[in-house]
């Protein structure tokens, strides 16, 4: 029983941070390949930054390279998102995401996924 469950969402300041959270419960994380998707209302589902876990092989949509970064902590089965440099582009419901690990970071970012938690918002504004 895989189970995602983001947090560390929240309202923030054009150019202040936040840190999301992905704990995955039911497996160890060196078994999935994990990511950070996001859905802002009436667009599409844009993968974030995926990593994969083993080795910490990440990748980043070109939209956050240089402001957000993705790490794990294997010894706690948790993913972090540390979203700095927000802008009001970057608002959106944010949600954690798990492959089995012979998928690569880029093509889970960059196609279908298998498991889903249920979404933590970010709202970035004034």
């Known amino acids: 029983q895989l189970r995602l469950v983001e947090s560390g969402g929240g309202l923030v300041q054009p150019g202040g941070s936040l840190r999301l959270a992905c704990v995955v419960s039911?497996?160890?994380?060196?078994?999935?390949?994990i990511g950070w998707f996001r859905q802002a209302p009436g667009k599409e589902r844009e993968g974030v930054s995926c990593?994969?876990?083993?080795?910490?092989?990440?990748y980043y949509t070109d939209s956050v390279k240089g402001r957000f970064t993705i790490s794990r902590d294997n010894a706690k089965n948790t993913v972090y998102l540390q979203m700095n440099s927000l802008k009001p582009e970057d608002t959106s419901v944010y949600y954690c995401a798990a492959e089995p690990p012979i998928i690569t970071p880029q093509a889970m970012c960059q196609g279908g996924i298998d498991y889903w938690g249920k979404g933590a918002l970010v709202t970035v504004s004034s």
């Open positions: 039911g497996s160890t994380l060196d078994f999935y390949t």
């Open positions: 990593i994969r876990s083993s080795e910490g092989i990440t």
